[in-house]
């Protein structure tokens, strides 16, 4: 699992948001998730995030795509 996730990561951060989206459904995602996804890898593509509203947007991002609270 952990080998597919990072060959999926590569291939997807490196397009741009269309492709992205049909990567994530040629993968077998969900397709009521892979926008969701999408926005997500879009947050963490460039740089990791750097101040707290960063974080806070990858955090909802990320509580977003799991439907719940995310403790830290």
């Given at each position: ?68 609270k995310t403790q830290?």
């Amino acid at each position: 699992m952990h080998l597919f996730k990072r060959t999926v990561r590569s291939r997807v951060g490196n397009f741009p948001q269309p492709v992205t989206e049909h990567l994530f459904l040629e993968v077998g995602e969900d397709p009521s998730q892979v926008l969701k996804l999408t926005r997500l890898v879009g947050l963490l593509q460039d740089k990791p995030p750097e101040t707290e509203p960063d974080w806070e947007e990858v955090i909802g991002a990320i509580e977003n795509v799991c439907g719940e609270k995310t403790q830290l």
